[in-house]
Nanobody, 127 residues
């Protein structure tokens, strides 16, 4: 059973930075890919970023339009951990951020395609 644990959330000021981590354990993926989604109160879960790799080498990254140019997704294979570096944070980035893994469709931006999910972590951007 795959287990995903997010960390690194919290409070940031507009223009500031945070780095989220997602550590995976407990099993193997059918498809080597992980992603980040977020959900603000009263809104649908939104795609943030995804990363795919083959034999330990990152082969693909993709970002949601609202975070492109500000967020970077990366992976440390030795630690089975995916990161989301969030720079130039805006109040609209406030949400619960979820780590997801093992999409049934390659390079998917659709939350329903992801098999495994973390518990979520709060990110709040406010002055």
């Amino acid at each position: 059973q795959v287990h995903l644990v997010e960390s690194g959330g919290g409070l940031a000021q507009p223009g500031g930075s945070l780095r989220l981590s997602c550590a995976a354990s407990g099993g193997r993926f059918s498809r080597d890919a992980m992603g980040w989604f977020r959900q603000a109160p009263g809104k649908e879960r939104e795609f943030v970023a995804t990363i795919a790799w083959t034999e330990g080498t990152t082969t693909f990254t993709w970002y949601g339009d609202s975070v492109k140019g500000r967020f970077i997704i990366s992976r440390d294979g030795a630690k089975n951990t995916v990161y989301l570096q969030m720079d130039y944070l805006e109040p609209d980035d406030t949400a619960v951020y979820y780590c997801a893994a093992d999409p049934t469709v390659a390079w998917s931006r659709v939350a329903a395609h992801y098999v495994h999910w973390g518990q979520g972590i709060q990110v709040t951007v406010t002055s």
